[in-house]
Each structure stands twice: as structure tokens, then as C-alpha cells.
């Protein structure tokens, strides 16, 4: 069977490149089980499932997932990366997207950490207040 995948662009290939890069996985060794998508506890608030960020990363679609609901929507819990046959940490992926994402100025924080009052910030469990900060570091 040929295995060979051909991206459509330079821009693609290099958005390819550069997403393996940043969260150091090989995209390739994913076949689309589906496992990953199937444990997220997030999926059904996302636009794009996991394991459909990463065929699309695949493919280089830069800008369907630049703009996805999705690399805001995922809490990084890393229970895809616990759940994948073939060892692919998707949760990077999705970081790697929204480090992208952050780059080029966009972002689209689902919790504004930033807006709530000091009380409101207390009552918070604290790994939700981890993520969002996460997503402030990137
Ligand atoms: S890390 Fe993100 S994509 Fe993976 S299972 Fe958790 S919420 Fe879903
Ligand atoms: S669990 Fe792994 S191999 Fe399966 S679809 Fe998700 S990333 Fe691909």
C-alpha cells in the first residue's frame, strides 16, 4: 500500500512541519482509531474531535484549525494521550495549535481568568484555574 501523503502546498508542508515540531510528534503514526475522541471528556462542547485535529493537522489545514472551537475547548486532561495505540500525545497537538494560535494574536479563551473577581477566583477548583492559566503561558 502507498503511504505517501501529498500536501497541497509549501504552506502546508510547513505548517505540517511545524506543528511536529512544537509538540514533537510524528502526526503520520496516527490510523484514525478513534479512541482518542471517544474518552475525551470534552467532545461534546468541541467543533473539530481529537482525532479529527489530528488528520486535519495531517493534511496541514492551518486555518480550519486555527479557528476551531476546539484548541479553546480542550482542558488538557490528557486522557487521549493515555488512551492512544500508538502512543501519539494528541493533548500536544492541541497545545501546539493554540501556541499557534497565540503567535498570530488570536485567542478565544472559553475562561477569562482575568475577569473574575478575587472571590470568584477562590471558589474556582483549582484545575481550572491551572488551565487557564496554562493557556496564558503558552
Ligand atoms: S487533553 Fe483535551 S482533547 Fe485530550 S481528552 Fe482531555 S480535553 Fe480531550
Ligand atoms: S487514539 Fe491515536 S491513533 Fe487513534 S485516532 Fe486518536 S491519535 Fe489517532
Known amino acids: 500500500m502507498n503511504t505517501t501523503m501529498r500536501l497541497s502546498s509549501s504552506a502546508s508542508k510547513a505548517f505540517v512541519a511545524k ?48 479557528a476551531s472551537r476546539t484548541i479553546w475547548t480542550c482542558v488538557s486532561c490528557l486522557t487521549c494521550n493515555s488512551r492512544c495505540p500508538k502512543s501519539i500525545k494528541i493533548a500536544e497537538v492541541i497545545e501546539s495549535l493554540r501556541e499557534t494560535a497565540l503567535r498570530n494574536g488570536q485567542r478565544d479563551d472559553r475562561l477569562k481568568i482575568w475577569e473574575l473577581s478575587p472571590e470568584a477566583r477562590s471558589d474556582l477548583p483549582p484545575i481550572a484555574t491551572i488551565s487557564a492559566m496554562r493557556k496564558l503561558t503558552s
Do not use: F, H, T, W
Open 19 to 66: 506543528v511536529e515540531k512544537i509538540s514533537g510528534q510524528k502526526l503520520l503514526a496516527c490510523y484514525q482509531c478513534g479512541k482518542c475522541s471517544a474518552g475525551c471528556p470534552m467532545a461534546a462542547y468541541m467543533d473539530i474531535l481529537p482525532n479529527q485535529i489530528i488528520r486535519m493537522a495531517q493534511l496541514g489545514m492551518q486555518k480550519q484549525l486555527l
